[in-house]
Each structure stands twice: as C-alpha cells, then as structure tokens.
C-alpha cells in the first residue's frame, strides 16, 4: 500500500526543502518534487496535502519509564498509554529504562521489560539497560545484551542503597562496556552527599517538596558528571550523562568535549521551561519533583546555549508519571518519599518548537536534530529512524508551526492527573502522526491499534560515534 504527503516542507536535521513524499508499505520510497502523478506514485491510494506544513521524522524520546517501580508505586502510563500519548505529540520511537533489580539477573529485568512492551506499545520501541549490581555474573550478561539490540546501560551515583554503584563498580562496567562496543548512560548526581543534606533539612523541618530542589545542589550534579566523564575516559568509552540540569554539569561536559573526551548529554524539557520557583507551592510542589531537581531560572539560557552549540546533542523527557492526588501524596511530610518523575513524553516535541524555534534560540533544523536525528544516531538507529529519506521507516508528522493550543491535563492523553504545562499556550503541533507507514494520529483522533509497536534491535555507539 503507497501513500503520498505532497508539497510540503521536509525538514530534516541537515536541510529542509519543499518536496513530495512517497510511502510504500512501512518505508519511505522516494522524496522529491513532483512524485504525484508519477510512474513512481501509480498505485497510491491515499494523498495528504501537507501545503504550509513541515513533514518531519517521528520524534524519538531515548529517555522515558513506563510502568516503572519507584518507591512502592509505578509510574502510571503503560506501554500502550504513553507511546499513545507519545504519538499524540509526534513522538513514534521511545527507548525505555528496563531494569536490573539488586541481587537478580539482567536477563530478568529486561524480560520482564519485553512482556510490559511487547503486544502493548503502539509504536516502535527499544530498551536501555539499568544495572543495580556490577558483579562478573551480570558484566558477561552485558555482552549478551549488546548482541541482542540493547546496546547501552545506565549507572547511578544517586539513590544509595537502590540504584548507586561506587566508582569501581561504575568503572568495571565502562570496562566492559569498552570491551562490547556499547555506551554507559550516567545519572550523575552525588547521592551520597545530597542524602546527608536532605536529612539535615528534614530535621530542621524542612519537609516540604521545594526543599527537594534546594538539597540537591547543582554543585553535587556537577562534581558527578566529571567524575563519571573522568572515568569513561580512563576505560576509554563513550559516556552520555542524562538529563543534565545544571550548568555547573554542562560546564563540565563542555570542558570534556573540548578536550576531545567522548561524552555526550541530553537535558529535558522541564530544565529548560520550569525552575525551581515552580516547586515552592507547598505540596503543589510534589507535581515537579524529579532528580536532579528543577534547578533556579537563571540556568536555562545556559542550558540553551548548551543546546545551540552541540554541548548537549539530545532532549529527552524523562517521562515518569505519578498522579498527584494519590502516588505524590506518599511525601507529605517528608519530601524524600514523593515519587521522583515527571509527565513529558506527549509535550516534548511542541514545547520545543515553541520554545526554541519560534523563540528563535534555534532553527527548525536543529529542532528536528535534538528530538529525532541526533537520538537515532546516538542510539544506534541512525538510516532507520530520525530521518525522511527513501529507505527509512515511514515514521512521519505532519506538523503545523502555525497551530495554537493549549496544554492541559483536561486534553492531553497521558495516564496522569495533572500537567506541569497546565494551561500554556504552544505555537505547533502535529497534524498526521505515521508509524512505518501506518496512520496512527490524524487531527487529534487516534487511528492506532495496541501492540502495533515492534521491539527494535539497536547497532551499538561504536558504529555511529566512534
Ligand atoms: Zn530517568
């Protein structure tokens, strides 16, 4: 079955043009000019004029956790719900956390992923690997991963005593890692440091949610990312730091990258539209409690800056959904028991666009490189997704820079109760979401079916970075 998508503006993340698009089954076939009527189009059956719009690849969120266990609860969306959510918002590829558990095997924890996943996602998906315990069972159980298609791992030097590895057990990981070919994701904070504050704060009394965000100083997040980037230097492989924060950790990323170091970054929307001052609403503030926290306003043009001069290459949502009404409320009186995470995975895309290109901080190219282009190729799904080009999968939006809407937890389709965008008002959206060739959005109705997503197998960082 072809479809067409005709006369519209094809952005991608190295040069936009107006230009037909030509969709044979799940791939793209052909771009160019004057594709209608073409020996090339006969057969088409459906044609969607996409004048004054752009036709960009589906966006790709390489950082979200459905269903995730987090402090006796799970992130509410589901497989089916966020990727739904997701493709409302012109996202059609995430890549989510699966997760090793303390004294079990990788091989647990990321089947335990595929049967969330698979016969549930509405669109294409794959699998980072978290690891809570670095012994010699789970570094070979590393290798068997990679050859599978789950081509990086996350470590943390936060949550001590849930997900924290010391700097040895980090180390022997970026070893291995080195050894496979694959990258080392870091959540770089020093938890063990923030945890001394924190219970400090609570015993002065400071138990609501805004002291979240004051005891996690971004000084804390800084020394972590150096650190980290200091060991992957030494096991000599690539490191990514997610979600960065603070410009006190992009400093240090932009330091490493200069002197040529492999690392890489991505920060979140929420870093880069909401600031500390959102959290100091008394318990309101439990709706905006992540790790690391919204950090004081005056660091987002740096985060800004980061983005404009490929200091940080990605913008990931770190997607982790708590209803406020009941799973936050587990931290009223004492802010280290509020569920850490944010609702994101459906705004991303829009805020972006909002914020950045019709902000003018960057152009729409470089929008379509931080939401899709740069994920594939980080991710090792670089020819697959993040591009319109004929080979491709069909992942594609129509997207309107000119519409106006409002977001709100009254319309967006994301399993959670409330939105930390509620009522701001966004220039862009998309039209026509497609998933390998399927219409799955078409003008807000869902055209979707559950278990439509497919497991995708990733190349590793060393094909496509180094
Ligand atoms: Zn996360």
């Given at each position: 079955m072809k479809s067409l998508i005709t006369n519209g503006t094809v952005v991608n993340a190295d040069g936009s043009a107006v230009a037909d698009v030509l969709v044979d089954g799940e791939k793209v076939m052909a771009v160019g000019r004057g594709l209608a009527g073409s020996a090339l189009a006969a057969g088409v059956e459906t044609t969607f004029d996409a004048t004054g719009k752009y036709v960009i690849p589906g966006a790709i969120d390489v950082h979200t956790h459905m269903e995730l266990p987090f402090g006796g609860t799970f992130a509410k969306d589901t497989f089916e719900s966020g990727t739904r959510a997701a493709a409302f918002g012109g996202t059609t590829t995430i890549i989510d956390f699966a997760v090793q558990s303390q004294g079990k095997s990788l091989r647990e924890g990321l089947d335990a992923w595929h049967a969330k996943a698979?016969?549930?996602?509405t669109t294409d998906y794959g699998f980072h690997m978290i690891m809570s315990d670095v012994n010699d069972a789970t570094l070979a159980e590393m290798d068997q991963l990679v050859a599978e298609g789950v081509t990086d791992f996350k470590l943390f030097t936060a949550y001590p005593g849930v997900f924290y590895s010391d700097d040895g057990a980090i180390f022997r990981a970026m070893q291995q890692t080195a050894q496979n070919g694959g990258l080392i994701m870091m959540h770089a904070e020093n938890g063990m440091a923030i945890d001394v504050v924190a219970a400090q704060a609570v015993a002065e009394?400071?138990?609501?949610?805004?002291y979240h965000g004051v005891v996690r100083y971004p000084v804390f997040e800084g020394e972590a990312t150096n650190r980290v980037i200091r060991l992957a230097e030494a096991a000599g492989v690539p490191v990514y730091i997610v979600h960065l924060s603070a410009r006190d950790a992009l400093q240090m990323v932009r330091e490493a990258r200069d002197r040529g170091a492999m690392a890489f970054a991505e920060t979140c929307p929420q870093y880069l539209f909401l600031s500390l001052d959102d959290m100091a609403n008394g318990f309101n503030g439990a709706k905006f409690v992540c790790s690391p926290p919204l950090r004081p306003a005056d660091h987002q043009v740096d985060l800004w800056h980061g983005l404009v001069k490929d200091d940080l290459q990605v913008v990931s949502t770190d997607h982790c959904p708590f209803d406020f009404e009941t799973q936050k409320q587990l931290g009223v009186g004492d802010f280290r028991k509020i569920p850490n995470g944010l609702p994101g995975v459906e705004d991303r895309v829009d805020l972006l666009h909002d914020g950045g290109v019709v902000g003018g901080r960057i152009t729409k190219e470089r929008w379509v490189d931080i939401v899709s282009a740069a994920p594939a190729r980080m991710f090792g799904l670089a020819g697959v997704k993040g591009v319109v080009a004929p080979g491709a999968d069909a992942d594609l939006v129509i997207y309107d820079p000119a519409r106006r809407h409002t977001i709100s937890a009254r319309t967006h389709h994301m399993d959670v109760d409330y939105s930390c965008y509620e009522g701001r008002s966004v220039t862009g959206g998309s039209d026509i979401v497609m998933s390998r060739g399927r219409v799955i959005v078409e003008n807000g109705n869902w055209k979707g079916e559950k278990g439509w997503g497919r497991f995708l197998r990733r190349k590793t960082a060393r094909e496509h970075l180094v």
């Open positions: 698979q016969g549930n996602a009394g400071k138990t609501d949610p805004y």
